[in-house]
């Protein structure tokens, strides 16, 4: 069965640095847009952060030029580097695979949880 699997979150205070990886388990892998989503505390939507469409990047406004996205088709692994980490970065990240209207196509998983805090 197709899942997500994302790792890599912690609390790390502000200016610092944190890897996310997910595994996204699909035999079809290579074919999918990937996308990096947020929800932060309080805040009942899912926001999209990062996307790789054609292994074309792109970013909100927000965290252009902290965060970089991509991807290991070997390893069926999206990753997302995440720099210069700010309090308003504190969120629980998921990734999923994205339709055409950028949305995420698979059951969500579980998350990992970011933290920045002094």
């Known amino acids: 069965q197709a899942r997500l699997e994302e790792s890599g979150g912690g609390l790390v205070q502000p200016g610092g640095s944190l890897r996310l990886s997910c595994v996204v388990r699909t035999p079809i892998f290579d074919y999918f847009a990937l996308g990096w989503f947020r929800q932060a505390p309080g805040k009942p939507q899912r926001e999209r952060v990062a996307?790789?469409?054609?292994?074309?990047?792109a970013y909100i406004e927000s965290v252009k030029g902290r965060f970089t996205i991509s991807r290991d088709n070997a390893k069926n692994t999206t990753y997302l580097q995440m720099n210069d980490l700010k309090p308003e970065d504190t969120a629980t990240y998921y990734c999923?695979?994205?339709?055409?209207?950028?949305?995420?196509?698979?059951?969500w998983g579980q998350g990992t949880q970011v933290t920045v805090s002094s």
């Open positions: 996307q790789i469409k054609a292994g074309k990047p």
């Open positions: 999923n695979t994205l339709d055409y209207n950028d949305n995420g196509i698979m059951p």
